[in-house]
């Protein structure tokens, strides 16, 4: 009878060792183990803002995995492929422009932050230097142009038709009294290398590109488009994935206040955050 009951007693010993060893590789697995999450972005500044959430987001179970890219074409076509589970780079606009073009079935995960696009001169320090037949360069980018008029609008160099906003293009433009030359044929990853070439007598560029090229757009711009621009930079994902739980833990690590002070300590209001509520 006790070597039955010494049999019965090791055996259970063996279940209550075997049981607490298999929760605890089952609590130890759910806290260790992170989920992969790989997000695609331009360099600048974009990369640089996920590389400062990237340990924020370990500690909440997330690994994240940074793919660069250096055009505005290539992160949707892997977005879609699959290839990536998300993308930082793009605009409202743009982004509705290429799920036009290209039948993407994306979704807007969160807005981040604002880039306001700038006009730089290596001739002029101010655009009222800017004489008569001034040359000016902007992006080819559809999504980019109605901006870059509004901003030459408020600048005071030319006026648009009524009520055309954010579709304006050169078409609409029913003012221009310095007679200003717009060339609006370049590649937006271009324009940086064009005005520090020294071409044209003025050049509109996005900060991620002046960012990149070691511009700083508060100091080098010789007019910067206001900080209250609707033109947000989104973490776009594809449709399916719009409520993913590492994809909205991303969001929020990139909208908090760790990251909305990184942001404006860093860039120095060349990128702006937009607020969660926005």
Known sequence: MKKLTAIVLGLALVFTLAACGNNGGKDSGSK???????VG????????????????LKK???DLEIVKFQDYVTPNKALASGEIDANYFQTLPYLKLQEKKFGYDFAVAGKIHIEPIGIYSKKYKS???????????????VSDQPR???LLQEAGLIKLKKGVGYNAT?????????????KDDYDPGMLSRIYKNGEGDAVLINTNYALDAGLKPKKDAIALESSDSPYANL???NKKDKDNKAVKKLVDVLQSKEIQDFINKKYKGAVVPVKPNK
């Open 32 to 38: 260790d183990k992170l989920t992969k999450l790989k």
């Open 148 to 150: 870059m008029l509004l």
């Open 235 to 237: 973490i776009v994902v």
């Open 60 to 62: 909440k179970g997330i």
């Open 170 to 182: 050169k078409d609409d433009i029913v003012k221009n009294p310095k007679h200003i030359k717009i």
């Open 41 to 56: 972005a331009s360099p600048v500044p974009h990369a640089e803002i996920l590389e400062k959430a990237k340990p924020i």
């Open 127 to 141: 655009l009222k230097d800017l004489p008569k037949g001034a040359t000016i360069i902007m992006s080819n980018s």
